[in-house]
């Protein structure tokens, strides 16, 4: 009975997880679509439950504006969304209830799973937001790092269950500078995510110097301000050249001080068998981060190189969250997983 349980609260948690992966990847689809506004209204298209509800709505809005945010595809790309974004949250409920009712057959407490049913809730909440806020760069990129944030979480939830080889007590020094990289590494998807939700990432075209200079010119505070609308400074003008190159310079330098922190992290628990695979997959998504990064500069953006780039940020998470959750496992570890 406790293995049948157990098993299928396993199978349930894997399944989600990968979902949650999923999901993160499409998102990026979606907005490296411009299909964040294939319907303007939220949770329905145009007040119905599909776009073939909607058909005249659109055809009335691609009439108005046959280059707009609106169209069929869009509206699709945009409802397959949410309704993969619902059911995500239908299942993670699935979790919270078998946490709960069998706390003592799964040995865990339900808390962690009450706490990503309020993030995926919470995840919800700002997809909505990002629709009726015209996707404001703000509630677009916090919108990101929400899913990364569920992502964690659900990795976490994972690792708790996945078996793995013993680890030695002395590789719990490495948890402090692991939590660190995981606080350097989301700075690093905060500010990749402003670059994407801002149009900024073709606003350097050449590669180590921005427009020919280490040090360019560029607008800080208008790239930085935080509550405007999309493509626009806060007095309501077209936001410039000079604040977008702001923008992408800073995530690309740091950029490389995430890649070396990471790296070395990473190079040193290959040593401990119990950490391998998660470090050596850290290290993989570094390398391909990288040449993803460079690959959409010197081909001008492509949809499947940008949307692979996100993949792999999402990945990092991953692999970071599973590496700081085993090390709070080496014998001597305080921190309860």
Known sequence: MVERITSRYRKLVFVTWFLTLDLIMFGAFVRLTDSGLGCPDWPGCYGKISPIGASGHIEQALQAMPYGAVSFSKAWIEMIHRYVGSLLGMMIIGIVYLAWRHRRELGNTPRLA?????????QG???AWTVTHQLMPLVVTSH??????????????AAREKPHAPIAAAAARWRGW????LILLFMQVALGGWVSTNYAALACMDFPMCHGRWVPDMDFHGGYSLFRGLGLLPSGEMISQNALTAIHWVHRNFAFLVFAYLGVLG???LAEPGLRGPARLLLVLLAAQLLTGLTTIFFQWPLLIAVLHNGGAAGLVLASVTLLVRLSRAHGAKIPV
């Open 144 to 157: 990101l790092l929400g899913g990364m944030l569920l992502l964690a979480l659900m990795t976490w939830l």
């Open 178 to 181: 692991m939590a660190g990289g």
């Open 267 to 269: 190079w040193k628990m």
């Open 125 to 127: 909440a700002f997809g």
């Open 114 to 122: 009450i706490v990503t049913l309020v993030a995926v809730c919470v």
